[in-house]
C-alpha cells in the first residue's frame, strides 16, 4: 500500500468511527450497520437518464454564452416527451428488480 493509500485507509477509519460514535446505527455506508446499495446511482433517472440525455442534447452545438447554455437546457427539459418519461419509468422499474435480484450487489452487467 503506498503512502497515499494509507492515508485514504485511515482517513476513511477515523471517519467511519467518528460515525459509529456520534451516529451508533443509525449511518448508511459501505461498512455501516445498514449497508448503501452498491452502485446506487444506477438506480436513480435522472443519473441513468436526464443528464447524459441532456449533455447529448444541450452540447450537440457548443453553447456560445451562460445565457445560451441556460435556455438550451431549459429548452431540452421542455422537449422531453411523456412517452420518455413513460420509458424512464419503466427502466427504473428494471433497475430496481435487477438490484433486489442480487440482494444489492452490482447489478450493471445484468441490464438489458
Known amino acids: 500500500m503506498s503512502g497515499e493509500e494509507k492515508i ?3 482517513g476513511a477509519n477515523s471517519a467511519r468511527n467518528v ?9 448508511i455506508g459501505r461498512g455501516a450497520q445498514i449497508c448503501w446499495p452498491a452502485r446506487s446511482p444506477d438506480l ?3 443519473d441513468f437518464f ?3 440525455h ?5 452540447y450537440n452545438d457548443v453553447p456560445t454564452t451562460a445565457a445560451n447554455m441556460r435556455q438550451r437546457v431549459l429548452h431540452e427539459c421542455r422537449s422531453i416527451t ?4 413513460k420509458n424512464v419509468q419503466q427502466e427504473f422499474i428494471y433497475r430496481l428488480q435487477k438490484c433486489i435480484q442480487v440482494h444489492g450487489a452490482h447489478f450493471e452487467n445484468l441490464l438489458k
Open 44 to 46: 436513480t433517472p435522472l
Open 8 to 10: 485514504l485507509f485511515e
Open 19 to 27: 460515525l459509529d460514535r456520534t451516529f451508533p446505527d443509525h449511518w
Open 82 to 85: 411523456v412517452e420518455q418519461l
Open 50 to 52: 436526464l443528464w447524459g
Open 54 to 58: 441532456l449533455k447529448n442534447k444541450v
